[in-house]
């Protein structure tokens, strides 16, 4: 099975509740390498560009508020099955649906502060973690 990456981003409610070492720890734990990550304040419009996919959406604005109400933690994840495995570790984007142990229903308020994003494909998780990081800072598997 071949390598894929997924971006992960702990939402501005995970940094505010000071999770981010926590929702790291069982990241890593699971087996996923960080191969980028940084904290960072997204503008309005740079949660749109993001976001995009979802305009049309009755969410997008109450979601791209949300998003750059404060900082969050963009983090270019790698491992065998990744999009998948990585969605598990979350569980469902409606916390009280989450699957017991996941980490949106240890950590999460609500389906609009769910912690984390996770992308939804391996097309999107290259295209989204591009989004962060340009290619020549996301390090290589050494």
Same mark, same amino acid.
């Given at each position: 099975?071949?390598?894929? &990456? ?9 940094? &505010?509740?000071?999770?981010? *070492? ?12 960080? &191969?980028?990550?940084?904290?960072? &304040?997204? /503008?309005? /419009? ?5 976001? +995009? =996919? ?6 997008? *604005? ?6 750059? /109400? *404060?900082?969050? =933690?963009?983090? #270019? ?13 979350? *569980?469902?984007? @409606?916390? +009280?649906? +989450? ?11 609500? #389906? ?9 494909? #391996?097309? @999107?998780?290259?295209?989204?973690? +591009? ?12």
């Amino acid at each position: 099975m071949a390598l894929e &990456r997924t971006l992960a981003i702990l939402k501005p409610d995970c940094v &505010r509740k000071n999770l981010i *070492g926590e929702v790291i720890k069982r990241i890593q734990d699971a087996g996923f390498t960080i &191969r980028a990550m940084k904290l960072v &304040r997204l /503008s309005k /419009s740079e949660a749109e560009g993001f976001y +995009a =996919v979802h305009k049309d959406r009755p969410f997008f *604005g109450e979601l791209t508020t949300f998003m750059s /109400s *404060g900082p969050c =933690v963009p983090i #270019v994840l790698e491992k065998e099955n990744a999009i998948a495995d990585y969605r598990t570790l979350i *569980g469902a984007t @409606n916390p +009280a649906e +989450a699957a017991d142990g996941t980490i949106r229903k240890l950590f999460a308020d609500s #389906v609009g502060e769910n912690i984390a994003h996770g992308s939804d494909s #391996v097309e @999107n998780g290259l295209i989204e973690s +591009a989004y962060f990081f340009p290619e020549h800072v996301v390090v290589a598997n050494s």
